[in-house]
């Protein structure tokens, strides 16, 4: 596990200079709106980013902290921290779906050069950063538990989008609501 939380820790860095980068492209736009639409479009994808960037404020020294534990017993479904430090990577994995869509529309309006090649390199980082914390997600949820089915891999299959290759992403199958079977999983933790 402590492999696996160096590339969070990361990935998760990463993620947060980028949205840091982004709102900074994001706030002269804002400020010079032409009309209130894309005043509140691009205040509103602005808010979301603040609010992840929020949370990865405190998520950073949350996954630091574990990546310094000594003993292997503090990775385990017993311990309510480590359940939060799960809880918070998963809602992450979200996080950086809605960034990649994030900047895919900011590619719609942002065509100069020098914008349209930073959006283009920060969604080439965020889209590889995303298939690698939902894979490495997925493994942790099936070492916990063995029957795990990711309950959200409908989301992926429906978003492929995502993937500009024009290949489908590497998703888990999607699973009838029959087949979901609740057991330990990093989104059911409490």
Wanted: proline letters at 3%; aromatic letters at 10%.
């Amino acid at each position: 596990m402590k492999e696996e939380l160096k590339i969070f820790y990361q990935i998760f860095t990463t993620t947060k200079d980028a949205i840091e980068k982004f709102m900074n492209m994001l706030d002269p736009v804002i400020q010079n709106a032409t009309d209130d639409h894309e005043r509140l479009y691009y205040h509103h994808i602005f808010e979301e980013e603040e609010q992840r960037l929020s949370r990865l404020v405190e998520l950073i020294p949350l996954i630091s902290k574990f990546e310094k534990e000594k003993d292997e017993k503090d990775f385990a479904p017993t311990n309510n921290e480590f359940n939060r430090l799960l809880q918070e990577l998963n809602l992450e994995k979200f996080g950086l779906h809605n960034f990649v869509e994030h900047l895919d529309l900011a590619l719609f309006r942002f065509t100069d050069e020098e914008r349209s090649t930073m959006l283009n390199q920060l969604r080439e980082v965020s889209y590889s950063d995303y298939q690698q914390v939902k894979a490495m997600l997925l493994e942790i949820n099936q070492r916990f538990d063995n029957d795990y089915v990711d309950p959200h891999a409908h989301h992926d299959h429906d978003h492929d989008h995502l993937d500009r290759a024009g290949t489908t992403s590497a998703a888990a199958p999607v699973v009838p609501a029959a087949k979901y079977k609740k057991g330990f999983t990093v989104g059911s933790l409490i």
